[in-house]
């Protein structure tokens, strides 16, 4: 990855589109905000890969080394949030995934929010949300983890 | 059957209009412009200043309305329709195990609700048990835990199953919850005929929108018709299934679609049945819709005057129903989750009152109301009051329920119920053509169609075409507030491991040798290609429970897997 570095005097590599993993964790349908949502990314020129719905925190993690991704966005409406991603946060921890950032979408009481963001999710995103604001912030967290990845080379 | 309106007098008419159009409102556009270049429906039909005689020129009185329980059921399918009885106030409920939903359904009994609706917990609604690994973290939040006869059992202690209704919004494992039921019943003595209620029992929506299917579309369709054809034969009064619209159009469909592919599935379930043989006037008084009622007011009651004549027209036309039960539309109405926000989320108790409104003004027979603080999580004891009590303002201080179909003869309702008819009807003939509804599913048509719709709706309220108060217009920063809003509270935790102990006491405590035979019966029923609801009853009375009844069913059907586009 480092070699994707802007260093001048060298061919500059093209610089890869951030990618995304828009996941359903849990086994709720409620497809409507990821499909949007991948779609949004898709749009304002992210890579993105929809994993559809009845996803496992482990199948999610595999998805997101086997992508390469740069943010994973998760979407539950089934109110068992707190329990899925306490588990995605762990999993993340056990492949030494947890430099890739979290981010929730979802009917989600504010309390939860809270919580949510102290297990280390980065942003919640409740019904009424602009994708303005939601591209913004995820467009932030990938610009975020590629500059730690090329530091640390 | 001639027009409406004479020569004469629309000659008058249109000259007024000439006057009105040209003369008129470019003097007052000058003055002040309007709000949009374009007015449109949430189907993106475009809406014109005012509405007039010029608009139904050849308008058939008798083609299109006629009066309430005359063909085509424009008006109402019942005679005297809310002055004799006010629809059915049925809010969906369930929580945690069965004990919490019991206590919650006496609770709704006592404040007047009239018909019973359970909501089940996921593992419930995808079939699978309280320790299923699947399952962990899901049990009882969005509805209630039922994976064996026993918690049926409880959830209706102090209920008499022989003269409430119940609704279960079950698709999947239907035939699974209504043998629960129907054993229950049958234990405290209820007879058959008098068990009534519902199954929503639709499972091509689950491809199009709710997305809980467990087999593929076509066996997922055999089992379905099974419900149906025993319980016509078995269980007279109750409806086998509920095909619906509201996922549909939650998912992101517009009212024109919700309506097209609702009914491109009613018409593939009744081929299905016919083509097992029975008779269309033997079944089709038991079909029941379940429409959505969104906040774009007027589009919603055309919407439902629309549903009522299209149906009226196929069963009469193309299927030659000769009773007038088999054409009626009867059906259900739930105002619009998807309208609900957590933004300042105090009004939603408005927008769930006017959406309310529409549905009693487009003749729906039963109505729920969502509360106020579902964006965050299912209803609290207080805001399920609130919504009730919505229902009971509309029905017993507007007046409203006082005249059948008060809207009807307005120019501009009985142009828009035309405009989304004659769409619907388009999505309808390109889904014939496709083969129908099971076809297009399996092409994925109506997915893409409503995936599309939904993004672009987005899109409109991200550009400022469509407003949300509190969201995109009167934006709302406030946050403190919300955490003002007093949540259902329960023990999660405690739920799932009660209802995990509770379904392994029932494994260690069963006659193993009537379990084992009736689940090897079902299995060999499924095999053969036999209606497997016998066998799915004997399998719930031997208390075989639903992850084991449904995964049974998998290893003769298999299981969907959908692929993930957006």
């Known amino acids: 990855m480092s070699s994707r570095q802007y260093t001048s005097g060298q061919v500059i590599p093209e610089r890869r589109p951030y990618k995304v993993i828009v996941a359903k964790l849990g086994i709720d349908g409620h497809d409507r905000g990821a499909k949007v949502i991948a779609r949004a990314l898709k749009d304002a020129g992210f890579e993105v890969v929809y994993t559809g719905i009845r996803q496992t925190p482990r199948q999610v993690v595999m998805a997101a080394l086997q992508e390469d991704a740069d943010v994973i966005g998760v979407s539950i409406l089934s109110g068992a949030h707190l329990h899925h991603v306490k588990k995605l946060m762990e999993e993340l921890e056990r492949m030494g995934a947890n430099d890739i950032p979290v981010v929730v979408g979802g009917t989600i009481p504010i309390i939860d929010i809270d919580k949510l963001k102290e297990m280390g999710v980065k942003e919640v995103f409740l019904p009424g949300t602009s994708l303005r604001k939601i591209v913004e912030v995820i467009r932030r967290l990938a610009e975020e983890k590629r500059r730690k990845e090329e530091e640390s080379h | ?566």
């Open chain 2, 1 to 566: 059957m001639s027009d409406l309106f004479n020569e004469k007098a629309l000659k008058e008419i249109a000259e007024a209009y000439k006057e009105y159009e040209e003369k008129l409102v470019p003097e007052w556009l000058k003055k002040l412009p309007e709000r949009m270049e374009e007015f449109t429906t949430l189907s993106g039909i475009p809406l014109k200043r005012v509405y007039s005689p010029l608009d139904l020129k050849g308008f058939d009185y008798m083609e299109k309305l006629a009066f309430p329980a005359q063909y085509p059921f424009t008006r109402g399918i019942h005679a005297t329709m809310y002055r004799a009885r006010i629809w059915t106030m049925r809010m969906f409920s369930g929580f945690g195990g069965p004990e919490e939903t019991n206590e919650r359904l006496l609770f709704l009994i006592k404040h007047g609700e009239t018909g019973l609706s359970l909501a089940f917990d996921y593992p419930t609604l995808i079939g699978i048990d309280p320790d299923d690994p699947m399952a962990e973290g899901e049990v009882g939040i969005v509805g209630v835990s039922v994976p064996t006869i026993v918690d049926m059992d409880i959830i209706f202690r102090g209920i008499d199953m022989g003269s409430v209704t119940t609704n279960m919004t079950i698709n999947p494992p239907a035939p699974v919850l209504l043998s629960f039921y129907v054993g229950v019943a049958e234990s405290k003595g209820t007879p058959y005929h008098k068990i009534g209620g519902t199954t929503q029992n639709d499972p091509l929506k689950e491809f199009i929108a709710q997305k809980s299917y467990v087999f593929p579309p076509e066996p997922a369709v055999k089992v379905a018709m099974d419900l149906i054809e025993w319980s016509i034969k078995n269980i007279p009064k109750w409806n086998p299934i509920s095909i619906s619209g509201y996922h549909i159009r939650e998912a992101g469909a517009t009212a024109v679609q919700e309506l097209a592919f609702t009914i491109a599935d009613g018409i593939e379930y009744v081929r299905q049945l016919i083509a097992r043989g029975l008779d269309v006037d033997e079944f089709a008084p038991r079909l029941s819709f379940f429409w959505d009622s969104h906040i774009n007011f007027f589009e919603e009651i055309a919407k439902f005057r629309a549903a009522r004549r299209m149906w009226a027209k196929i069963m009469r036309d193309w299927f030659g129903a000769k009773k007038r039960r088999s054409m009626w539309m009867r059906f259900h109405t739930q105002t619009a989750g998807v309208s609900l926000m957590p933004q300042f989320p105090w009004i939603n108790i408005v927008r769930t009152a006017i959406e309310a409104l529409a549905a009693v003004l487009g003749g729906t027979q039963s109505l729920h109301t969502n509360s106020f603080d579902e964006p965050f999580r299912v209803p609290s004891e207080f805001a399920a009051k609130i919504a009730l009590r919505t229902q009971q303002v509309i029905a017993y201080e507007t007046g409203v329920a006082d005249v059948i179909d008060p809207c009807g003869g307005s120019y501009f309702i009985e142009w828009l119920t035309d405009e989304i008819e004659e769409r619907a009807w388009r999505y309808i003939e390109r889904i014939e053509r496709m083969g129908g509804m099971l076809e297009a599913v399996k092409k994925g048509f109506p997915q893409r169609e409503i995936a599309d719709a939904a993004y672009t709706f987005q899109k409109e309220v991200e550009e400022g075409k469509r407003l949300i108060v509190g969201v995109n217009i009167f934006p709302e920063e406030e946050e403190e507030d919300i955490r003002k809003v007093p949540l259902l509270d329960f023990d999660q935790e405690e739920i799932e491991e009660r209802q995990k102990r509770r379904v392994k006491w029932v494994r260690e405590n069963r006659d193993k040798a009537r379990w084992r035979t009736a689940l090897d019966n079902l299995r060999r029923a499924a095999q053969r290609g036999e209606n497997i609801m016998p066998y799915v009853l004997e399998a719930a009375k031997a208390r075989a429970t639903l992850g084991e009844i449904m995964g049974t069913l998998k290893e003769v059907y298999g299981v969907y897997v959908e692929p993930p586009i957006y």
